[in-house]
């Protein structure tokens, strides 16, 4: 079937209008959708036309019959980096060649509003110089292209005139130039020649642009029309934004080919159509593996209705589209035609945008608009050139808006340069994914807000990106079709939802890998992802670990030889489609509006019941009959906000511990279930009797984290078949199982809104002291206290209650990335200098990169009457590096401390003593012995209780300030295990602390 023919237009194909997003069918009731909206199939989002009941001659947008001229040629239209659309034209002589000559300069008009309206016309100076200039008789710009620095930079062909006897004037093409404008369009710089020096025989027309990644490329040909072999196409490339361009190559176009397109297709190759004056029915192309470095031989693709001056879009709602004249002889010519094509390669037949019965119009230009504006919806727009005399030579401006709706209307964000780049087309390099929600009805479209601002910059992952991923496995000899699957990895397809928003139904994917020429029995493993549809960094993980097993690695190959990797990477695909926001009416049931019609909020908690989501049903019903109901390990791949967990049901297993022994500062979680989770319900009878299930859970913007992650998780398992254990960390004991540990006696969580009215600030020196809302658990009220590098400090007072002497645990959070060459900087410490009233204190020694606990007996910190452990842990980790780190220590007076060195002051030969001290950090015992040592030169049986506050940010004798985040402090009057610890390192104190009578909150 044409999914873009004459039949497609007709009203009575808008049955579902009014189901559909709302400013969709604000168009259907003002009659402005009826026969322009197209409901294709194979996936591809419909869209509608803008004026529509095509044929019609569109939007006017420049009205030069008022004043007597025309805009023949130089069509261009550019957003700019600030979201601004740019619309170029020219205005030339109505007189010269009746209107179709070159006598004039380009203009431009701005829109700031997505479209809805534009600014007067300007004047492109540069332009109107080069007409009033004694050398050249024009300059008009064919193409504008927004550079990754955000400028500006428009190319225009130059025009040369001269008598041409009865005829009157007449011009000749001449080399090219660009203007450049560094102010989103304000002023622009004057001309400079692409390439000094080249003859019109080697650079004059230009016929195409592109920017990609990082680079901005242009097609030119020469001026020599019919001079054959001896002018073919060029390529020239910037790589500076646009303050050079050099030639790249050369395409196999000889010049009897001119006027030209260009585009990316679906597998990264470039593609460059030109124009056969004698095969109009035939539209010729080359295609480009190496960035245009060398080029195919020349194809050919037909197109039904004909095709001259050809304008080729970006992908777009998934799809091309393509428009030009429709030929300028045979059947129905000079109309403006638009095809549209999934591939980029086959078009459909074709339908009229305008259809009248004149001559020399139909030149045409498009861009997509709205990518660099969250507030706009992202759209085609095509601007052409329509006659408004017989002779069709003087022309108006006219524009058509293409609008799209169903599971996203926008080109997924990138993440930027990485390996992906070249192989797929939906890497784009700009921030943010827009979606379509709705609501408000001014704003159809807006970027992913994923639960706050801080979300917003997770590069996204979207359906059409999994069935981009899932096609490109299909030749690999290691994927292949489960028993619920069928050639095209397809194990059945979502309901998708008829009201609004509209959502097609979306093919759910089953496949497994494995080398399926070794036999016996081999681990069996589920890979499940897109349980909730806005967690895009888990869909990058598991995209990032399929690959590492399909890779030639030999550690992969070794994988697929022991084990079968089950695969289902998008269980929610409605949900993954609508990608929703916080501002959807559907966020609550994870996008997917299925779900909210049966009344639950969360994917992820309907794995128990049938019925609730059709696509839980049938991925359930495939892992059951594709594993035989047994699996050794399920892997439910998630992405939260904020950090990186491992959840396990089930404990630790020999998986978890060497994945903990790669990675020991992993965030570990144990034995959490909810039979309503997909791994609680496959580690049951019912489900996959699943012997370990997990939940990866990864957030992270970095592109090389979230590709590491995923690679690692193969990595471990790797380890696991191959019998490889590893040894804990040098520097580190082994982590212990995560115990609960009783209520602190004191607790700060630094609630900034705790303070009396009008105080504003944490306790004590309130100079370089101030509350953040940047938090390691992010809550409504919640706060951190900073420290900025002047002297500040907090002071939390002297609770009575921490007034023991024999055992004691401290533990808080800390978040720095500061550096110094030398010092003892303060992070915690009770002390007051004056007095001896010191109790302990735990500072960084910025020289030796080691930690430092302090301890007394007496308040004095003189030589023989302290304990000091110094814990090195520089260069083997750095503790201040940005991210969140959970310091602790605990000290019990009742336990001999066999590491101790003997005590210099008084017995030389005695070793030890009572007083037993230990450092973790991120929950893990940092060893000693292993460059770290322990000086006991006075007996620490019990600690001092001084009269002396506890301070942030300072110490004993401390002269150099500390910079920084610090939250959620706790005191136990207790020496806590290593599993409390640890437990401590992964959980906010709020999960202990309530209720707790006189706990302190600041």
């Not at 004037?169 to 000094?196: K, L, Y």
């Not at 370089?768 to 400090?793: C, E, I, M, Y």
Request: include cysteine.
């Amino acid at each position: 079937m044409n999914r873009l023919s004459d039949s497609t237009f007709r009203p009575k194909t808008i049955a579902i209008a009014a189901n559909l997003p709302r400013w969709i069918s604000r168009f259907a009731a003002f009659g402005l959708l009826g026969a322009a909206a197209v409901l294709p199939t194979h996936g591809a989002a419909p869209f509608a036309i803008e004026p529509p009941d095509i044929p019609n001659r569109g939007i006017l947008f420049v009205d030069h019959e008022a004043t007597g001229r025309s805009g023949h040629g130089g069509h261009a239209i550019v957003e700019a980096a600030n979201g601004n659309i740019l619309a170029f034209y020219s205005n030339v002589s109505g007189e010269s060649l009746g209107g179709h000559g070159i006598s004039g300069w380009t203009e431009y008009k701005i829109s700031g509003d997505g479209g809805t309206t534009w600014s007067e016309a300007r004047v492109l100076e540069p332009s109107r110089r080069i007409r009033e200039g004694d050398e050249h008789h024009s300059a008009l710009v064919d193409e504008v292209m927004t550079a990754p620095d955000g400028s500006l930079v428009a190319i225009a062909t130059r025009y040369q005139g001269y008598w041409n006897g009865g005829f009157g004037m007449s011009w000749r093409r001449s080399t090219p130039v660009f203007f450049r404008s560094f102010d989103h369009g304000e002023t622009w710089t004057e001309a400079r020649e692409i390439h000094p020096g080249a003859g019109v025989d080697q650079i004059a027309t230009l016929r195409a642009s592109l920017v990609r990644e990082g680079e901005l490329l242009v097609l030119f040909n020469s001026g020599a029309r019919g001079a054959g072999e001896n002018n073919p196409h060029r390529l020239y490339v910037s790589t500076d934004n646009g303050e050079t361009f050099r030639e790249r190559s050369t395409l196999p176009f000889d010049s009897e080919r001119w006027y030209g397109a260009m585009t990316v297709l679906p597998d990264g190759q470039l593609v460059v159509y030109t124009y056969h004056e004698s095969d109009e029915h035939n539209i010729h192309y080359a295609t480009s593996a190496d960035a245009g470095r060398t080029w195919s031989e020349v194809n050919t693709t037909h197109l039904a209705k004909r095709i001259r001056n050809p304008q080729l879009s970006e992908r777009i709602f998934g799809r091309y589209f393509l428009h030009g004249r429709s030929g300028h002889g045979g059947d129905d010519p000079r109309h403006l035609v638009l095809y549209t094509s999934e591939d980029g390669l086959n078009w459909d037949e074709g339908v009229f945008l305008n259809r009248g019965e004149r001559d020399l119009d139909s030149y045409s230009t498009n861009a997509i608009v709205g990518r660099r504006d969250p507030d706009h919806p992202e759209r085609l727009l095509i601007q052409a050139s329509i006659a408004y005399d017989p002779t069709g030579r003087k022309v108006n401006i006219h524009h058509w808006w293409i609008e799209g709706f169903g599971e996203t209307t926008a080109e997924p964000v990138s993440l930027l340069d990485q390996a992906w780049t070249g192989k797929y087309d939906w890497i784009r390099d700009f921030r943010y994914q827009r979606i379509m929600t709705g609501a408000p009805e001014s704003t159809p479209q807006r970027r992913i807000a994923l639960g706050g601002a801080e979300r917003s910059h997770y590069p996204a992952y979207t359906m059409r990106m999994k069935g981009d991923h899932v096609r490109s496995l299909l030749d690999s000899p290691w994927v292949i079709s489960t028993a619920s699957a069928d050639e095209n990895l397809i194990i059945g397809q979502s309901r998708g939802w008829e009201a609004n928003p509209y959502i097609f139904p979306q093919p759910i994917y089953g496949y497994k890998i494995t080398d399926p020429e070794t036999d016996g029995d081999k681990l069996s493993v589920v890979l499940a992802g897109g349980n909730h549809g806005r967690e895009h960094p888990a869909c990058w993980a598991l995209h990032a670990m399929v690959d590492f097993l399909v890779s030639d690695d030999p550690r992969a190959a070794a994988l697929r030889r022991k084990a079968v990797f089950y695969v289902y990477p998008a269980v929610n695909p409605d949900g993954k489609s609508l990608l929703w926001s916080r501002e959807d009416p559907f966020h609550h049931a994870d996008g997917s509006p299925e779900l909210a019609a049966a009344g639950h909020r969360n994917h992820n908690r309907i794995w128990h019941t049938d019925g609730l989501s059709a696509s839980a049903d049938i991925v359930k019903a495939a892992m059951k009959r594709d594993t035989d109901g047994r699996v050794d390990y399920l892997f439910d791949f998630h992405g939260v906000p904020h950090t990186t967990f491992f959840f396990t049901s089930g404990g630790t297993s020999p998986y978890s511990d060497i994945l903990l022994g790669m990675e020991p500062s992993l965030n570990l979680r144990q034995g959490a279930h909810n039979e309503a989770w997909l791994r609680s319900w496959a580690m049951s009878p019912e489900g996959l009797n699943a012997t370990h299930a997990y939940t990866p859970e990864v957030a992270n913007p970095n592109k090389e984290y979230l590709f590491m992650r995923g690679k690692q998780f193969a990595l471990a398992l790797y380890k696991l078949v191959s019998g490889i254990r590893p040894k804990p960390a040098p520097w580190t004991v082994a982590p212990a199982e995560m115990t609960m540990p009783p209520k602190p006696a004191a607790a700060w969580l630094f609630k900034g809104n705790a303070r009396p009215a009008g105080e504003g600030m944490p306790p004590g020196n309130p100079n370089g002291v101030s509350w953040s809302r940047t938090t390691r658990f992010a809550h409504p009220d919640n706060r951190s206290v900073r420290l900025d590098k002047t002297g500040g400090q907090v002071d939390l007072g002297q609770p009575s209650r921490l007034d023991a002497t024999e055992q004691l645990t401290v533990a808080f959070w800390v978040k720095s990335d500061f550096s110094a060459d030398s010092g003892e900087i303060p992070v915690l410490a009770r002390s007051r200098a004056s007095g001896n009233q010191r109790s302990w204190a735990l500072t960084f020694d910025a020289e030796s990169g080691e930690l430092l606990l302090t301890l007394s007996s007496d308040g004095s910190y003189g030589w023989d009457r302290i304990k000091r452990m110094r814990t090195a842990v520089w260069p083997l980790q750095t503790i201040f590096d940005g991210r969140w780190r959970h310091l602790a220590f605990t000290f019990d007076g009742s336990v001999r401390d066999p590491d101790a060195e003997p005590d210099r002051s008084t017995t030389p030969e005695r070793v030890g003593g009572p007083g037993a001290a230990r450092i973790f950090l991120d929950g893990i015992e940092l060893r000693k012995g292993a460059g770290s040592h322990v000086f006991a030169n006075g007996s620490v049986e019990s600690l001092h209780v001084p009269d002396a506050p506890i301070l942030l940010g300072s110490g004993p004798e401390a002269e150099f300030p500390f910079e920084g985040l610090v939250d959620e402090l706790g005191i136990w009057t207790t020496a806590l295990t290593a599993g409390e610890i640890h437990w401590l390192a992964h959980h906010s104190l709020r999960e202990i602390t309530r209720p707790l009578p006189g706990v302190v909150y600041p």
